[in-house]
């Protein structure tokens, strides 16, 4: 309808009414509503609509999946705004208007997150309709319409369960429509609410143009009406419009002339003979509106919140069939899916329904001889593809894909890629920057000298920037595993422990407290906490000290027990909370009596207890260290380690499924397949604000967790099918035993948990999230890289000798790269040094350089920050977290460069004593010290702090002395890095410091009974 002559015919009719009745827009559609089916009649329309439906491949040039969907948001706000303005100026509006108006800020985060989270390509996918009237459509579509139409937009899951195994009696539904069945329903109820609004506002405008022409009715002409009315026929609201008149003529008869009225009336019957009918069915239309809106409001709250599996495991003949193996059944969403998308691929290659896959699937899985067969991750993934992929018919070629194929050279490739950048790197800066070594009387060591130097740090530069591609194209490799929905069961128990030195009574009281959150967090039943514990190092077997600390440990063990633990039965069997202590024994490397062999000691005696029921390694407590029978697993934690609610479920899950189960070699040697040892991914938590320090804030990267987030990339796990262990993480028991029970030199080992990850295989579960804190001071940062640094340089035998231990390829590699990294920082200054110091290699080239070993990787990762994963973030938010990460790879690698001097001295001190220790003198191979101890003695004031750092200002000074001797070629860049590293007790102690106490005053009552709440309403939820 044009508005100039809606506008010339009714000069009172608002915009947006006018808008509403614009005859362009055609006829409003009906609502989508058919006869009401019941579940015997549900059953007989689905088999006849699978009969009835034909249906071809997806092609990329289908139709639009969504019809309409961009203009039923504009509608359905046109109509809400509409409706709005009758209500807030008084008129009546019908229940069916209530509806909308009241529910649409639900009806609008439908839309929002129908439109921002559509997966078009997915959708693309579906085989689609060939016939009308929704040809070109996917046949999914045609099947939400169906239900839509038949329950009047009522969702119930049985009915339809019924309908869609109806359908599949005739027709198959592959498991990608059955899981856009929830997306297409609610698309469809929009469609059918977009209907429905359009009908309630067009109807209630078309009554209100009536109200306006019957207000001047006597200045209206017959002639105008009709116009009028041809107008409002091309809405389909033109009956609606003479049955309003019809009404106001009626009750406004008396105040208008018979004969006019005459005419009026004439020309009603004339254009309406059937008003009594209308009149009469306009009511039921109502009602039936009505009850329409409510029910799509309210299935679109239902369809949230369905038991979507559930309902596809009982409507799909794949799901049902597959639900016989009882391995299938126990596995959780996740792996479900996974099972499914392999039936699925492979259903596409070889031409086949899914069923038939499954069923060909299925018959491997019970003819298979051990527990691993009998999972479908082992055909689907593991060694037995092949024969599943010739049972099915498919070349030999299908059993591995090109994925497959570039795995199993994955390790050559990698290495060749970091190879090839690394000298194409040096080779370039030789050949580019190096203007000392062009001559033909260069001496050829000097040549040498200067590529070896840059070897690491180009080296360093290329491994970040080629592993975080790696990152970023790989996708996260998910372990399968078992939901476990009833609890952690007895043939799977589990004992989480906290391996920890008794120092002092706070610290007994830090650990048991640390203890009893583990198990608060994750109350299962099947389950000890145990506190693995030594005393401090000593000059003599026993201290004065030592009862008195391991008698208040015991007793403070003993009340959680009293307050915590369940029956006595229970508590008799296994306590929940126990504490097993050891004796301190000699050390020769360390001229002292320490427990033995510290944590590697601590773990390796308790693996033995549970494996072989041998507790002589720990003193008898009484019931405290009572080791619960048929334990299989040890979770074992720092004590700042953090167990979020729910992850030690998760971990067993992983480790019980049968696919991740250790086989050893026949040997019994070495973990073959399957994982030994499994590492959650470890986040940094929130920092408390009284410990937050700039080092923290720059090296932690952003606290917390997200609990709806995937999986993240771990480049070893995601190409090599192996992680690293870290030292936190799930441990086999009977596999840890096999193959590291007495294996390891006793006195010689300092890290062991990569020796450990090794043998017995270890996975990183990068989608299982462990909390851990990060240093807040630098100097404690400094010991642990100090610590860290020596114990890799102390594997350098196992590296030279791996076939006594029969590491494997990428073991020895990361071996070798431990100590590649540890000569990055002295290399670098070296590097620095001698471009400062002479001709030979441009200095900024080199700082350069320099540069990129410590910053490539992070300034990547920050970079990639810049690209938002989904639309419906918060831009401004989202930015400004990109611009703060951007920040902090930037300061870092600053950082780095302002304490390379001290980095390379710790780094030079660390090899050479680890190298000492090891051929010579063969003491002091465990020195080790705790975090606490650590913490307590890093400085915090400035003096104390250049008193601890004297040594490099002292080297810096004389570097620059010496540099300007040697008459550098760029005093001014010698003068800015030296002091720069001669500021080095400056920046440990700037970024080293807390942040001030706040004087903010406390809350005010109510605010903090308000915070309360909501901390309670988050918990429960």
């Given amino acids: 309808m044009a508005q100039s002559e809606l506008l010339h015919l009714v000069p009172d009719a608002r915009l947006v009414l006018r808008d509403i009745l614009r005859g362009s827009r055609g006829p409003v559609q009906p609502p989508i509503r058919s006869e009401i089916f019941g579940l015997e009649r549900f059953a007989q329309h689905g088999r006849s609509l699978g009969e009835a439906h034909r249906a071809a491949k997806a092609t990329s040039r289908g139709a639009n999946f969504f019809p309409r969907l961009r203009g039923n948001i504009q509608v359905l706000r046109e109509a809400h705004r509409y409706i709005g303005i009758q209500a807030s100026t008084g008129y009546d509006i019908s229940p069916a208007a209530e509806w909308l108006l009241d529910n649409f800020h639900l009806i609008e985060a439908q839309l929002k997150e129908i439109h921002d989270g559509l997966p078009r390509g997915y959708f693309r996918t579906l085989p689609t309709l060939l016939d009308e009237p929704l040809a070109g459509l996917p046949r999914v579509y045609g099947i939400a319409w169906a239900f839509v139409a038949h329950t009047d937009g009522a969702f119930d899951d049985d009915l339809l369960v019924r309908f869609l195994s109806a359908y599949q009696e005739t027709r198959e539904l592959n498991l990608s429509e059955m899981w856009a069945l929830p997306t297409t329903l609610r698309v469809v109820l929009i469609e059918n609410l977009r209907r429905l609004a359009e009908r309630v506002a067009t109807n209630k405008a078309a009554r209100e143009v009536a109200n306006l022409c019957s207000d001047k009715l006597a200045t209206t002409s017959l002639h105008e009406l009709q116009r009028l009315l041809t107008l409002l026929n091309q809405r389909g609201v033109g009956p609606v419009f003479l049955a309003q008149m019809a ?253 920890a030195m008794l120092t002092s009574t706070a610290s007994c009281k830090s650990l048991t407290h640390r203890l009893l959150l583990h198990y608060l967090a994750n109350p299962e039943s099947n389950t000890q906490f145990a506190l693995l514990t030594d005393w401090a190092d000593a000059e003599a077997q026993q201290v004065s000290s030592d009862r008195d600390l391991l008698d208040h440990a015991a007793m403070l063990v003993r009340a959680l027990n ?36 510290r944590k590697r000691g601590k773990l390796e005696q308790l693996v033995a207890a549970l494996a072989q029921g041998d507790t002589a390694a720990f003193l008898d407590l009484g019931d405290i260290s009572h080791i619960a029978a048929g334990t299989q697993y040890i979770v074992t934690l720092d004590s700042d380690t953090h167990l979020p609610p729910g992850r030690l479920r998760e971990l067993v899950g992983v480790a019980a499924h049968p696919h991740n189960q250790p086989r050893l070699d026949p040997g019994g040697q070495f973990v073959a397949s399957g994982y030994g040892i499994l ?263 400035f003096a104390d702090v250049l008193r601890q750092h004297w040594r490099e200002p002292a080297v810096a000074l004389m570097l620059l002395a010496l540099l300007l001797v040697a008459a550098t070629p760029v005093p001014g860049l010698a003068w800015l ?17 807390t942040a001030p106490e706040s004087d903010q005053a406390a809350l005010p009552v109510p605010d903090q009974a308000y915070l309360e709440g909501v901390a309670r309403d988050t918990w429960r939820f």
């Avoid at 002339?257 to 009918?277: F, G, H, I, N, V």
């Avoid at 070896?452 to 080296?459: G, K």
């Avoid at 009293?562 to 360390?590: C, D, N, V, W």
Wanted: one cysteine or more.
């Fill in 679 to 941: 590492q959650p991914r470890i986040a940094t938590p929130l920092p408390e604000p009284k410990n937050f320090t700039l080092f923290h804030w720059l090296f932690a990267g952003q606290g917390g967790i997200d609990p709806y987030s995937a999986a993240s990339s771990e480049v070893y796990q995601d190409v090599f099918r192996e992680g690293t262990f870290t030292g936190k993480g799930l441990i086999n028991v009977q596999a840890v035993h096999a193959v590291l029970s007495g294996r390891l030199p006793e006195d010689r080992v300092l890290s062991h948990d990569l020796l450990e990850g090794s043998m017995a295989r270890c996975a990183a579960v990068t989608n299982i999230t462990l909390l851990e804190d990060a240093p807040f001071h630098a100097d404690v940062a400094a010991s642990r890289v100090h610590r860290w640094t020596r114990g890799d340089w102390q594997l350098l035998p196992f590296l030279l000798n791996p076939g006594r231990y029969r590491f494997r390829a990428i073991n020895r590699w990361k071996m070798f790269d431990n100590l590649r990294r540890s000569l990055v920082a002295p290399m670098s200054l070296g590097l620095l040094l001698m471009a400062l110091g002479s001709t030979v290699v441009s200095p900024w080239a080199a700082l350069v350089l320099v540069l990129a070993a410590f910053s490539a990787g992070p300034l990547m990762g920050s970079m990639a920050g810049f690209s938002p994963s989904r639309d419906d973030l918060a831009k401004r938010h989202f930015y400004y977290l990109a611009v703060v990460d951007l920040m902090r790879a930037v300061w870092g690698g600053m950082w780095h460069l302002a304490q390379l001097l001290a980095q390379a001295l710790m780094a030079i001190d660390a090899i050479v004593r680890a190298l000492y220790r090891v051929a010579v003198s063969r003491r002091h191979l465990l020195q080790w010290i705790t975090a606490e101890a650590a913490q307590a003695q890093a400085a915090t004031g």
């Fill in 977 to 993: 890095l030296c002091l720069l590293w001669a500021g080095s007790p400056v920046w440990v102690w700037w970024t080293s410091r």
């Fill in 247 to 499: 009404q106001r003529l009626q009750e406004d008869g008396s105040g208008t002339q018979a004969k006019d009225m005459a005419a009026y009336r004439e020309w009603l019957r004339e254009a309406l003979p059937d008003l009594a009918a209308v009149q009469t069915q306009q009511p039921l239309d109502q009602a039936a509106d009505n009850l329409s809106v409510s029910n799509a409001v309210t299935s679109l709250r239902a369809i949230g919140d369905a038991d979507w599996p559930d309902i596809i495991a009982r409507s799909s003949p794949l799901m049902r069939m597959m639900l016989t193996s009882s391995v299938f059944e126990a596995e959780d969403i996740g792996t479900r899916d996974q099972t499914l998308h392999g039936i699925e691929a492979l259903a596409k290659r070889s031409g086949r329904g899914e069923v038939s896959v499954g069923q060909t699937l299925l018959t491997l899985m019970r003819a298979a001889g051990d527990s691993q067969s009998a999972g479908a991750s082992h055909w689907l993934r593991g060694t037995g593809r092949p024969k599943l992929v010739r049972a099915l018919g498919l070349h030999a070629s299908a059993a591995f894909p090109w994925r497959s194929v570039m795995r199993q050279s994955a390790l050559p490739v990698y290495l060749g890629t970091l190879l090839l950048g690394t000298t194409g790197l040096v080779g370039w800066m030789l050949w580019r920057y190096t203007a000392g070594l062009t001559g033909p009387d260069a001496p050829l060591w000097l040549s040498l000298l200067a590529g070896t130097l840059m070897v690491f740090p180009a080296s360093e530069a290329v491994v970040a920037v080629i592993n975080r591609l790696i990152s970023e194209s790989a996708r996260p490799q998910h372990l399968p595993r078992l939901a476990l929905g009833q609890g952690i069961p007895p043939e799977h128990r589990v004992m989480v422990v906290i391996p």
């Fill in 562 to 597: 009293t307050r915590y633990s369940g029956t006595p039965m229970q508590h008799a069997a296994a306590p929940r909370f126990i504490l097993l202590h050891r004796e301190r024994t000699f050390s020769k490397t360390e001229q002292r009596w320490i427990g033995w062999e």
